[in-house]
């Protein structure tokens, strides 16, 4: 029996593979997992491709495939439908609740994951809970996303005189190659709506900031602040006095302490994740399927 564990985030998919007997056999990846953002039709292409690279061609008996943007009960039936083939039996979850199983093992546990978008995920040992995680329209407060969209309005400010220029102006104007405020605007709006470009904008304003850039640093308090408010509110709720931390925001040592500061202020440890989440619907996989998930991992 083939089992499949897969993580399909905004970024990448990721997939691994192991008989139910134990035995390792591939991993596998592709591009995003979230079909808000890439449609249905690409996100499963990826999501497929992921899964039978991890195979090696082979159809799995047992896929379990947390998703980002499974969002809603429309989100879960689409998706349900979309991927039913891609093994004999096909589970689809949130892509937060499996990265928090990789961690707890089902235990009561909290992981906040910002990333391109953002979720908190709550279990407390018999019902999950989640915060955020609803796109980026409604929420994803901290995330890449949110961070590249506040930069965007601080560029706008600038480049209208509301703001002084700063470096951080200068910056993502050399990185998205625009001259002055119609080129903005043009990019913007007339060109598409980009989420991953926006999202990268993030690492522009982690660069500003650590150059002194005060508009940097205020954006990186803000939606550091605004996710870890949110994150101490599930941990209270849930009964724990720490969090998982995963996702490429936490890579910036600047949002991850001012995140941590604010957890440590409210007697709540934050931990980075260290556990792929692919691992955490590999598990699940093995659970559903009744066969023994033997040292999968530590």
């Not at 979230?34 to 061609?57: C, P, R």
């Not at 495939?65 to 979309?82: H, K, Q, V």
């Not at 910036?252 to 931990?271: E, Q």
Request: net charge neutral; hydrophobic share 45%.
């Amino acid at each position: 029996m083939i089992l499949v564990g897969v993580d399909g985030g905004g970024t990448k998919t990721s997939a691994v593979a192991y008989t139910c007997s134990g035995n390792f056999i591939g991993k596998g990846s592709a591009g995003p997992g979230n079909f808000h953002n890439i449609g249905v039709e690409e996100a499963v292409k990826n999501v497929s491709k992921a899964i039978f690279i991890a195979t090696k061609g082979m159809k799995p008996d047992v896929a379990y495939i947390g998703l980002a943007g499974i969002d809603s009960r429309y989100d879960y039936n689409i998706m349900s439908e979309a991927l039913k083939n891609v093994a004999n039996k096909t589970y689809i979850d949130h892509d937060g609740f499996v990265a928090l199983y990789a961690e707890t093992r089902g235990n009561p546990g909290v992981i906040v994951i910002a990333g391109t978008g953002s979720v908190i995920v709550g279990f407390d040992g018999n019902k999950r809970l989640r915060y955020g995680g609803l796109g980026w329209l409604i929420a994803d407060e901290g995330s890449a996303y949110w961070i590249g969209r506040e930069a965007l309005r601080a560029l706008g400010k600038m480049l209208d005189s509301r703001m002084p220029k700063t470096i951080l102006a200068d910056k993502i104007m050399n990185a998205l190659g625009i001259n002055d405020l119609d080129d903005l605007i043009k990019w913007a709006y007339h060109e598409g709506h980009k989420i991953k470009d926006i999202a990268s904008l993030a690492i522009i304003v982690d660069e500003a900031a650590k150059e002194g850039d005060e508009i940097a640093i205020d954006i990186l308090k803000k939606a550091a602040y605004e996710l870890a408010i949110y994150a101490v509110q599930m941990a209270v709720k849930i009964n724990v006095d720490k969090v998982y931390l995963k996702g490429g925001m936490f890579n910036s040592s600047i949002y991850l302490s001012l995140f941590k500061s604010y957890l440590d202020g409210n007697n709540i440890k934050g931990i980075m994740a260290t556990h792929e989440p692919e691992y955490g619907a590999l598990l699940l996989a093995f659970k559903y399927s009744g066969c023994n998930p033997v040292n999968i991992i530590d």
